[in-house]
């Protein structure tokens, strides 16, 4: 998926009615475990070979493969969320993830593609400040492990050319 620009979704009758609430449950519930703070759970969301990135719009539009965040591996994602857990000082806060419907833009063979819009807002602990910490869409890469949907790829596709330096939670 590296094109940057729109492409509609495939017709429904193409996919069945499980698979897609299926895949819709694997967005949903991958934005519930960063916003529940069960950060160790997500990892689990990918394949172990696997990539996660977060890259500005721009950037990907360019065809640039690196931007903010860059793991190749579910280890790389695990150690992640170990650095954040032990090693990072940061101030509390939480997300709240808004996202759209997952569109299923195209089926290769046994790997759906599905780009999904996100808003995420940011709330500071304590206090309660909030601000809209990143905008922008998920482009992933599903596939069915065991019959259980993973991610294989999810590139964060951040509207803004800036992030704040308080990048320490997924999105």
């Known amino acids: 998926m590296s094109d940057g620009g729109f492409r509609p979704s495939l017709d429904p009758r193409e996919i ?8 819709e449950a694997l967005v949903a519930d991958c934005a519930a ?5 069960q950060l160790e759970l997500w990892p689990d969301y990918f394949t172990e070979k ?3 990135r977060i890259i500005a719009r721009s950037e990907f539009e360019k065809g640039r493969p690196i931007g903010f965040v860059f793991c190749d591996n579910r280890n790389m994602l695990i150690d992640r969320v170990r650095a954040m857990r032990s090693a990072n000082v940061f101030q509390p806060h939480v997300y709240r993830h808004v996202l759209g419907p997952p569109r299923i833009v195209r089926r290769r063979d046994a790997v759906f593609d599905v780009e999904t819009s996100y ?9 309660g400040a909030m601000d809209v910490f990143s905008a922008g869409r998920y482009l992933d890469e599903i596939v069915f492990e065991a ?7 999810r590139t964060v596709i951040a509207d803004s050319d800036s992030i704040d330096m308080l990048l320490v939670l997924p999105i």
């Open 16 to 23: 069945s009615e499980q698979t897609c609430r299926r895949i």
């Open 33 to 37: 475990v960063i916003d529940g703070g």
């Open 50 to 52: 696997c990539l996660y």
């Open 119 to 127: 808003i995420v807002i940011r709330t500071a602990m304590p206090g």
């Open 147 to 153: 019959d259980v949907p993973k991610l294989r790829s």
